[in-house]
């Protein structure tokens, strides 16, 4: 969720900031007339551009087309009278745009973006495949180092090999202190 607000956040500011901003300039007298530029072609165009700049990066995500009509709502709503069916329509309108935006992002400026992420994908598909091959040379390397069935690394034909050999001096007396203290005469 974090990541989508950092790469959301720069485009809804400018967003938010368009649509709140150019009514403005048509509060005066001499521009009211002019009312319906901002509605037919600013708005729409800034969320055609704003989510076309944003698709060639990111790729499609349709969430991104909701800012345009969230970011009218209070502009509709200080403006130009709150809820009525122009009003309504307008938002069904610049949602519309976002989405179109969308799309000739990921067309018309996309490429780079999809050719960055086919560099990726085959990157992570080497290393995949060469960490397969390690992983079956390990396999093989154990498989023909075990002399058992089992797992266990010991050594067990070094050791065996010392067990038929005479006891020395230096033993029997181990074996004396070992027979005294199983005998319980401590």
Same mark, same amino acid.
């Given at each position: 969720?974090?990541?989508?607000?950092?790469?959301?956040?720069p485009y809804?500011?400018?967003?938010?900031?368009?649509?709140?901003?150019?009514?403005?300039?048509?509060?005066?007298?001499?521009?009211?007339?002019?009312?319906?530029?901002?509605?037919?072609?600013?708005?729409?165009?800034?969320?055609?551009?704003?989510?076309?700049?944003?698709?060639?990066?990111?790729?499609?995500?349709?969430?991104?087309?909701?800012?345009?009509?969230?970011?009218?709502?209070?502009?509709?709503?200080?403006?130009? @009278?709150?809820?009525?069916?122009?009003?309504?329509?307008?938002?069904?309108?610049?949602?519309?745009?976002?989405?179109?935006?969308?799309?000739? @992002?990921?067309?018309?400026?996309?490429?780079?973006?999809?050719?960055? =992420?086919?560099?990726?994908?085959?990157?992570?598909?080497?290393?995949?495949?060469?960490?397969?091959?390690?992983? =079956?040379?390990?396999?093989?390397k154990r498989?023909?180092?075990?002399?058992?069935?089992?797992?266990?690394?010991?050594?067990?034909?070094?050791?065996?090999?010392?067990?038929?050999?005479?006891?020395?001096?230096?033993?029997? =007396?181990?074996?004396?202190?070992?027979?005294?203290? @199983?005998? @319980?005469?401590?």
């Open positions: 969720m974090n990541g989508m607000i950092k790469k959301y956040l809804a500011v400018t967003i938010f900031a368009i649509y709140l901003i150019t009514p403005l300039l048509f509060r005066n007298s001499a521009m009211s007339n002019f009312v319906s530029v901002a509605f037919y072609f600013i708005f729409p165009g800034t969320a055609i551009a704003s989510s076309a700049i944003y698709c060639s990066k990111y790729g499609l995500d349709f969430l991104f087309a909701l800012i345009a009509p969230i970011a009218y709502i209070p502009s509709m709503l200080i403006y130009y @009278g709150g809820f009525n069916l122009p009003n309504i329509i307008l938002l069904a309108v610049y949602l519309v745009a976002g989405i179109f935006g969308l799309f000739v @992002g990921d067309i018309a400026l996309g490429d780079k973006r999809r050719k960055k =992420e086919a560099e990726e994908k085959a990157e992570a598909e080497a290393l995949m495949l060469e960490a397969k091959r390690r992983d =079956e040379i390990e396999r093989e498989e023909s180092s075990q002399s058992y069935d089992d797992n266990d690394d010991f050594d067990y034909d070094k050791y065996l090999s010392d067990i038929d050999k005479p006891v020395s001096g230096t033993d029997a =007396e181990i074996d004396d202190i070992l027979s005294e203290y @199983g005998s @319980g005469k401590h």
